[in-house]
């Protein structure tokens, strides 16, 4: 009898340490993943910042090559009204 008492308290005693360690490792794990969510956090505003300035230069661009486009546009205009006005000037003045 008095062996299984010592057996049983052994057996507790491991499973005491077990649950122990168990404890540290959860503990360790649960802090892990706080450090972790934080990284993430700064991570995400980094790229938010990244995709915005991003953003920025690239309508900047767009918006040079617009006014680029409205610009040779607008001149294609003019001097296909010049060529008329003259082809009109040339042909009603004879």
């Given at each position: ?5 010592i ?13 122990e ?5 959860m503990t360790?794990l ?6 972790l969510?934080?990284?993430?956090i ?14 920025t ?25 010049g060529?008329?006005?003259?082809y009109?000037?040339?042909s009603?003045a004879k």
């Amino acid at each position: 009898m008095e062996q299984r008492v010592i057996t049983l308290e052994l057996m507790v005693q491991q499973n005491t340490k077990m649950t122990e360690r168990l404890d540290r490792s959860m503990t360790q794990l649960c802090q892990a993943v706080a450090d972790l969510r934080v990284q993430m956090i700064q991570g995400q505003a980094e790229l938010r910042q990244e995709i915005a300035h991003s953003h920025t230069q690239l309508h900047a661009f767009f918006e040079r090559k617009f006014v680029w486009l409205i610009s040779g546009y607008c001149g294609g205009l003019l001097t296909l009204i010049g060529f008329m006005a003259k082809y009109f000037l040339d042909s009603y003045a004879k």
